[in-house]
Nanobody, 124 residues
Framework: QVQLVESGGGSVQAGDSLRLSCAASVRTFSSYTMGWFRQAPGKEREFVAGINRSGGITYFGDSVKGRSTISRDHTKNTVYLQMSSVIPEGAAVYYC?????????????????WGQGTHIPLSS
């Protein structure tokens, strides 16, 4: 069983930077591919970024490509998402997800465990 807890939520303004963390309660964190998704009101959950088991391969959704980094720390069992120049469309609930299979996937169905999400509203 994998438990995921996101943190770093809070309101941001357009143009701000954002850093989210996801702590995983697992025995072998390196056995899981990790991903970040987001869901805005009235929209489907959208893939943001993924990182493979070793941390050597990352992949990003088109809406954040070039403005985001994803990383993982195996000593802390934590995966991070950093986004710069947040745009209004970035206001959403951000979810951390874990996948027991090799390889990054962009589909919701491809991940086996999910965190509760952290809300990032956009302040004016």
């Amino acid at each position: 069983q994998v438990q995921l807890v996101e943190s770093g939520g809070g309101s941001v303004q357009a143009g701000d930077s954002l850093r989210l963390s996801c702590a995983a309660s697992v025995r072998t964190f390196s056995s899981y591919t990790m991903g970040w998704f987001r869901q805005a009101p009235g929209k489907e959950r959208e893939f943001v970024a993924g990182i493979n088991r070793s941390g050597g391969i990352t992949y990003f959704g088109d809406s954040v490509k070039g403005r985001s980094t994803i990383s993982r720390d195996h000593t802390k069992n934590t995966v991070y998402l950093q986004m710069s120049s947040v745009i209004p469309e970035g206001a959403a609930v951000y979810y951390c997800a874990a996948r027991k299979y090799v390889g990054i996937t962009t589909t919701v169905e491809g991940y086996n465990w999910w965190g509760q999400g952290t809300h990032i509203p956009l302040s004016s």
